[in-house]
């Protein structure tokens, strides 16, 4: 079981068909490459950035919008190119530059966010334009897209318990992500986007990279790290994810983690009248088991023509249990739904939805309307990028032989969220196999010094990613240990906070190794003068 699991590929949040070539080259150069004539890049690497106000309804007035070129594909350039949008807030005073902010996902649109949240990081305007961009396949940046493709792993696990059936419906959906995303699926993932950052940086007219990101985004860091180690600035990365752990353990750590704060969100409901489970803590937790079963045998119909599942409320809430912030509407939503069958507060929450964000995460430079974009283009993009970024692949064979091994060790991590885990984990097959850079080559960074920030409580990101992320990157790597709960420490602890801001802005490190306390519930001021941030 544990070698299953070793080789077995899963995604935290669409497949592309198995004829696709998946370039590897996107990133880098790998030792065996280092000696071949490289292509000429210069034309993207002469580009700069025109900024102009953004278009679009309700958009900050501040707020700027741009784009960026670069190559579809890095080995080949003359192929085709990509328009990648931009968005920033101006510096208040004299600017040293530009901080570009990556808010997670994978999937995570970064101007959307900026431009609902962008209060949350008006200290940093202090010294910086504080810049996002939609990385490539996400948002305004070439969105890829499954149309309406439904996940062949749902339900009462039929096709689990069918699996040459199963198989041959991954693949289906394989091809169709591939027929709805174009060109630019076979060339997404974290090695291309890193150097996508580097023209972006370029075109921002800034000699050095000063960054900061969240969850998936610290694992874009790094990699930028890895590739351009004489072009990092200050680095700061919070809620770090695995560089080496298979994506099948990321799924069962992911699970664990989420249950664990289901279970807390339960013990704070549990004790209000208003809690749609009742005041029996253990009574509590099964009748979430049964609510996702029930929606799965038989989905309600949305206010917007669809239908809405069991996975669907998984997927709500593993977003909503990213902060305890939220764990009041979270109430409010599923009293609403167990109540009066009333799916929108719940979808406020999914991948998508309008409620408060902790998982960052829309070209022509403006904000995205929500008929621009993909419907499903955060989790196709979030599946499409994971899958390319690992490189195993199990073959049928294996797969059909530890199926039900497989989906017994993720209910058993999760009741509720094991599911969905083993869904998104299912959904690479068909997929070629993605890149080994990230797991052979990002370690042991000769590059300015770097601070890593690791949430104790964090759901999404165990803090022990932190510390082997840490050991991998070696002597730039500066740790923060943050004793809070919750996804990433930015918006939730004062301390953190001003940790990577005092770092960010004057370039003052803590000692590798010190802690920021817990501090409860503890809000970051939003008015202007706070800052937050964290993603999925």
């Known amino acids: 079981m544990q070698a299953m699991l070793s080789t077995l590929p899963a995604v935290r949040r669409c497949a592309v068909a198995g004829v696709l070539s998946l370039a ?25 950035v025109a900024w102009a106000a953004c278009k679009g309804p309700d958009v900050p007035p501040d707020l700027q919008c741009a784009k960026v070129t670069v190559p579809l594909d890095y080995s080949h350039p003359r192929t085709g190119t990509l328009d990648l949008a931009l968005a920033r807030y101006r510096a208040t005073g004299a600017s040293r530059g530009s901080v570009l902010l990556n808010f997670g996902g994978p999937g995570g649109a970064g101007i959307s966010e900026l431009a609902t949240d962008g209060k949350q990081f008006m200290d940093l305007t202090n010294g910086y334009d504080v810049v996002s961009f939609d990385p490539r396949g996400v948002g305004r940046s070439s969105p890829v897209s499954c149309g309406d493709a439904a996940s062949p792993v749902t339900g009462r696990g039929a096709d689990i318990n069918h699996p040459i059936a199963l198989l041959l419906a991954l693949r289906q959906a394989a091809e169709q992500c591939a027929r709805h995303s174009g060109p630019v699926l076979p060339h997404i993932g974290t090695v291309n986007v890193a150097r996508d950052l580097d023209i972006i940086r370029q075109a921002l007219g800034d000699k050095k990279l000063n960054y900061l990101g969240f969850s998936y985004g610290t694992r874009l860091g790094a990699v930028y790290a890895a590739q351009f180690p004489h072009k990092v600035g200050r680095l700061a990365l919070d809620g770090v994810d695995t560089l080496t752990e298979p994506l099948s353990e990321q799924g069962i750590a992911g699970a664990q983690g989420q249950q664990t704060a289901l279970d807390d969100f339960l013990d704070w409901c549990t004790t209000d009248t208003g809690c749609p489970f009742g005041q029996d803590r253990r009574a509590a937790g099964d009748q ?75 070209n022509d430079g403006g904000p995205v309307n929500a008929d621009e974009v993909p419907a499903d283009n955060p989790r196709a993009a979030l599946l499409a990028i994971d899958c390319a970024d690992d490189p195993d692949r199990p073959s049928a064979t294996r797969l059909i032989q530890d199926l039900k091994e497989l989906r017994t060790a993720y209910e058993e991590a999760s009741p509720v969220f094991g ?118």
């Open 24 to 48: 590897l080259f996107g990133g880098g150069l790998p030792a065996a490459a280092a000696s071949r004539p490289q292509p000429d890049l210069s034309r993207f690497y002469r580009q700069r």
């Open 288 to 362: 979430v088991v049964r609510l996702v079963h029930s929606l799965d045998e038989n989905p309600v119909p949305t206010g917007f023509g669809g239908s809405f599942s069991g996975q669907d409320l998984v997927g709500a809430l593993g977003q909503a249990l990213y902060s305890q912030e939220f764990w009041p509407l979270l109430e409010r939503a599923l009293a609403s739904l167990v109540e009066n069958g009333d799916t929108r507060g719940v979808l406020n929450f999914a991948p998508g939805g309008s409620a408060p964000s902790r998982d960052r995460g829309r």
């Open 419 to 536: 599911r969905y885990r083993l869904t998104q984990l299912l959904m690479c097959y068909g997929r070629p196999k993605g890149t080994t850079f990230i797991r052979k080559r990002v370690k042991d960074v000769h590059s300015a010094k770097m601070l890593l920030v690791g949430t104790r409580g964090d759901p999404a990101t165990p803090y022990r990613w932190t510390v082997e992320t840490a050991e991998r990157l070696g002597r730039s790597a500066v740790v923060l240990d943050n004793k809070g709960e919750g996804h990433t420490g930015y918006s939730s602890s004062r301390c953190v906070h001003r940790k990577i801001d005092d770092f960010l802005l004057y370039g003052s490190l803590p000692p590798s190794g010190s802690s920021c306390p817990a501090e409860g519930s503890a809000r970051i001021d939003t008015s202007g003068k706070g800052g937050g941030g964290a993603s999925g």
